[in-house]
């Protein structure tokens, strides 16, 4: 299965991301996870990448489209893969479409998980991560057993630098100006389905699985 997650920031594409791995068997490709490496290890794109998204705007798309193509090229990514955050804008699809033509691998399906304006400020500022294995909890929603570990392999949490009012209001204005027309260039090609990214995360996990099928 070869999917694309469509939604706003903080509308839970990385914790369902998460939960299709386990299931489908299938990697996750988060840009932003990429990206957030790259500017911990200080490598050079990391530092190109750092001066955007500190101030909530898009990376240049050439930097991302080349991290998209090298990844969905490797092995692990035969059985299909999840994109999260990828793309962003209609230029980023149009590429990916063209790639994935000359592959002879189209996308499947483009999952919307909807969620309301308000409620994505509260998940944004709330979120902690963990710097080990990326598993996110919530100091509002979904606490660690233990303040600052995390659950599944002890690692230290932390809290992104993107995610402080300001940058989130930046991130969620991009969304709107950028992103949000990806649902109309993706319902044209008649793959959309949505769920409500609303109430429990297993609840909504189990509407994300209905909406896939079974693989
Ligand atoms: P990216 O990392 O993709 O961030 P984002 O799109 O802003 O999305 P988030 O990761 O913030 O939200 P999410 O939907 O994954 O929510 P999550 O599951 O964590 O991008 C960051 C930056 O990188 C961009 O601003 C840009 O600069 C750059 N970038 C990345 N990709 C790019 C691209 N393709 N082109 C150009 N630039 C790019 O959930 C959020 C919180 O809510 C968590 O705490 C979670 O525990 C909680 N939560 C989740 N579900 C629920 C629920 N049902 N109830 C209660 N709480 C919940
Ligand atoms: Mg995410
Ligand atoms: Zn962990």
């Known amino acids: 299965m070869r999917l694309v997650l469509l939604g706003a920031p903080g509308a839970g594409k990385g914790t369902q991301a998460k939960k299709l791995i386990e299931t489908y068997g299938i990697p996750q490709i988060s840009t932003g996870d990429i990206l957030r490496k790259a500017v911990a290890d200080g490598t050079p794109l990391g530092k190109e990448a750092k001066s955007y998204m ?6 240049p798309d050439s930097v991302v489209i080349g991290l998209v193509k090298e990844r969905i090229a490797q092995d692990d990514c035969k059985k299909g893969y999840i ?8 230029a980023q699809a149009e590429v990916l479409d063209k790639v994935l033509a000359e592959m002879g691998a189209p996308l499947d399906t483009a999952l919307s998980v909807d969620v309301e304006k308000d409620v ?3 998940r944004l500022t ?3 991560t963990c710097r080990k294995c990326q598993q996110m909890y919530n100091i509002y929603f979904s606490l660690p057993k233990k303040e600052g570990v995390c659950d599944k392999c ?3 949490l932390f809290q992104r630098d993107d995610d402080k009012e300001e940058t989130i209001k930046k991130r969620l204005d991009v969304y709107d100006a950028q992103t949000a027309p990806l649902m109309e260039y993706y319902k044209k090609k008649g793959i959309v389905k949505s769920v409500m990214g609303l109430g429990d995360i297993n609840e909504i996990f189990s509407k994300v699985c209905a909406a896939l099928g079974k693989k």
Do not use: I, Q, S
């Open 54 to 59: 500190d101030k909530g705007e898009l990376v």
């Open 83 to 90: 994109l999260d955050g990828f793309p962003r804008n209609t």
């Open 120 to 122: 994505l400020m509260k």
């Open 126 to 128: 709330g979120r902690r």
């Open 154 to 156: 002890g690692g230290e």
